[in-house]
């Protein structure tokens, strides 16, 4: 946790609502890759970036590798994205560190 | 679709038996990964491989050896098992740049 550094540990939400999540990282970082870990345990794939930005529905991230930080934001908060969403950075070739996470609960 | 495939899901062992968790990938991947999870502590990667007979010790490998003796099948060995080495493990793939997580194996060493 020390090198990937999430922020905040933890988000309560109302739905409809929108959020930011942020991950600074230490270390020299390629890619960074943003997970949901739903309640049963299973890590799902949200993004993959190099440097840049990409939307997928009410997902938004971005990666800046230069200020060592890369973002997540919520857009109009659903109460299926309750979950511990992962930040991790590196490469394929030396693997990914991961930080602690930042648990979401969003309610009506 | 890519799939990692974990077996098995849940694991009860003795102190010092023998733990075998085996990882499958149906995706060609040169890469593979074995993870552990800890409360507290995230992810945390305890063997690389390249390829075939091409691996490579992550952050936390003392007390596991793993064998990739073919592409798509990677394992994670546990010779004589530790209590500290309850956790959740994780095996994942990656084609060059993506990675992509099995569903994980809970292992319970009492």
């Known amino acids: 946790g020390d090198k990937v550094k999430q922020s905040p540990s933890a988000l309560s939400l109302q739905e409809g609502t929108n959020s930011a999540l942020r991950c600074n990282f230490s270390?020299?970082?390629?890619?960074v890759q943003w997970f949901l870990q739903n309640p049963r345990g299973s890590l799902i794939n949200l993004f993959y970036?190099?440097?840049g930005t990409k939307e997928n529905g009410r997902l938004k991230s971005a990666f800046d590798s230069k200020e060592s930080y890369s973002t997540l934001h919520i857009r109009d908060a659903q109460l299926e994205d309750s979950g511990t969403y992962f930040c991790a950075a590196g490469n394929y070739a030396q693997g990914l560190t991961f930080g602690l996470g930042t648990r979401v609960s969003v309610f009506p | 679709d890519m799939k990692v495939t974990q077996m098995p899901r849940y694991l009860i062992k003795r102190m010092g038996e023998n733990v075998l968790l085996e990882c499958g990938q149906d995706m060609s991947h040169e890469t593979m990964y074995w993870y552990r999870q800890d409360p507290g502590l995230g992810l945390q990667l305890i063997y690389i491989s390249y390829d075939v007979d091409s691996n490579s010790e992550g952050d936390i490998p003392k007390g596991y050896r793993v064998s990739r003796k073919k592409r798509e099948h990677f394992s994670l060995i546990l010779d004589s098992a530790k209590t500290n080495q309850t956790s959740v493990y994780f095996c994942a793939s990656s084609p060059g740049g993506e990675v992509f997580f099995g569903k994980g194996t809970r292992l319970t060493v009492v």
């Open positions: 970036l190099v440097p």
């Open positions: 270390i020299a970082a390629t890619t």
